[in-house]
């Protein structure tokens, strides 16, 4: 059993190795001062970008904040209404026909779904601004969240919301007491994955948002075709980092209890 297991841990530990070398590089070029091919290593490493980053106001922590914004909000609207919707979608007489339109978002690229959806946000006065970009992403967000829902709501549920009633329960104590606590860690699930839609949304934001919602995402993009690879590199390591944040809670705390 030894023989066999010490293969796999060093299997284990090159995949990690392979998976963290492009954060780690990222992070040391973030902090590089110049770093020219051929040189393996940078010349010298200084934190004055990422000091710079929360000490003044700039345009990279401006769109840090405002990407953090959009994507909570998002996030929390989408889970809680699509928890909501999904339950009335569950005991609809015509529930297979709504959830096949719900797939409608997710057969279009972003890009292309933007395009088709942009005329009617001009319309609206809703290009150009962060409320158009919001409402944009929870174009995608939400219908996923109906979707990631769509299972949860069980005929053993169904049993337990009649029984809660039968014993006087009202709809509020319903779901507070009820509904909610057993769907904790979907609920959890929802949000990291719908916050992090709208955290790497590009073509959405890039369209609707006319090039003047600047978020970190698009920030990247204008740093790498600028040649600017030192901010490009800062603030790809600002973008992925609360991937790794969520993943780590992830493990913690999800995968260690059952829903």
């Known amino acids: ?5 010490k293969p796999k841990s060093y299997i284990a530990e090159v995949l990690a190795a392979t998976f963290l070398f492009p954060v780690a590089y990222l992070v040391v070029l973030s902090l590089a001062t110049q770093w020219i091919f051929p040189h393996a290593f940078p010349k010298a490493l200084t934190l004055n970008r990422w000091i710079s980053l929360f000490t003044s106001s700039t345009d990279l922590f ?6 953090l914004g959009t994507a909570l909000s998002v996030a929390t609207i989408a889970t809680l209404a699509g ?8 005991y609809h007489p015509q529930r297979n026909i709504w959830m096949r339109l719900s797939y409608f978002p997710f057969v279009l690229s972003p890009v292309i779904y933007a395009a088709v959806l942009y005329y009617f946000f001009i319309q609206l006065g809703l290009s150009g601004n962060i409320s158009g970009v919001i409402i944009a992403q929870l174009l995608i967000a939400y219908p996923y969240s109906v979707i990631l829902f769509s299972g949860f709501w069980s005929q053993r549920i169904h049993n337990i919301e009649q029984l809660v009633q039968t ?7 319903t779901y507070k007491r009820v509904l909610l606590p057993m769907a904790q860690g979907l609920l959890l699930v929802c949000f990291f994955q719908t916050f992090l839609i709208s955290w790497f949304e590009y073509g959405l934001t890039t369209i609707i948002g006319v ?11 204008q740093y790498i075709n600028e040649a600017n690879f030192y901010n ?7 973008l992925v980092l ?3 944040i969520l993943l780590y809670f992830n493990k913690k705390y999800l995968f260690q209890k059952r829903w």
């Open 1 to 5: 059993m030894t023989s066999i297991s």
């Open 62 to 67: 401006s769109s840090l904040m405002l990407s």
């Open 83 to 90: 928890f909501y919707t999904s339950k009335h979608l569950a």
């Open 167 to 173: 014993l006087g329960g009202n709809r509020w104590q």
């Open 211 to 221: 090039g003047q919602v600047q978020t970190l995402t698009l920030k990247v993009f």
């Open 232 to 238: 490009a590199a800062l603030s790809s390591s600002l």
């Open 242 to 244: 609360p991937p790794i």
